[in-house]
Nanobody, 122 residues
Framework: QLQLVESGGGLVQPGGSLRLSCAAS????????IGWFRQAPGKERKGVSC????????HYLDSVKGRFTMSRDNAKNTVYLQMNSLKPEDTAVYYC???????????????WGQGTQVTVSS
């Protein structure tokens, strides 16, 4: 059974860092792209970043460029979203999703994790 599990969320002060993990089971991540999305209360789910099977990273939000990075560890079947210099506006539930190719469009992805809450507040 294909499953994605996010972890690493929490409460962090502005300017702090978090590393989110997206662990896959039931399939091998090697040939797939993983996208990260976020959804703030009352707002639509938006594409944040995506890492392709070859390791190329695309950021879909201008606000995260230079602050967020992605990496993948195929041996651990896990993808990471490193978030630095966090701001209150980064507060959201973060979701990972899998597909053969990257896209910042929510409808592109069929399989999603359950999400992890990130709260940036002093």
């Amino acid at each position: 059974q294909l499953q994605l599990v996010e972890s690493g969320g929490g409460l962090v002060q502005p300017g702090g860092s978090l590393r989110l993990s997206c662990a896959a089971s039931g399939f091998t991540l090697d040939y797939y792209a993983i996208g990260w999305f976020r959804q703030a209360p009352g707002k639509e789910r938006k594409g944040v970043s995506c890492i392709s099977s070859s390791g190329g990273v695309t950021h879909y939000l201008d606000s995260v460029k230079g602050r967020f990075t992605m990496s993948r560890d195929n041996a651990k079947n896990t993808v990471y979203l490193q978030m630095n210099s966090l701001k209150p506006e980064d507060t959201a539930v973060y979701y990972c999703a899998v597909d053969l190719n990257c896209s910042g469009y929510r409808g592109h992805y069929d399989y999603w994790g359950q999400g992890t809450q990130v709260t940036v507040s002093s």
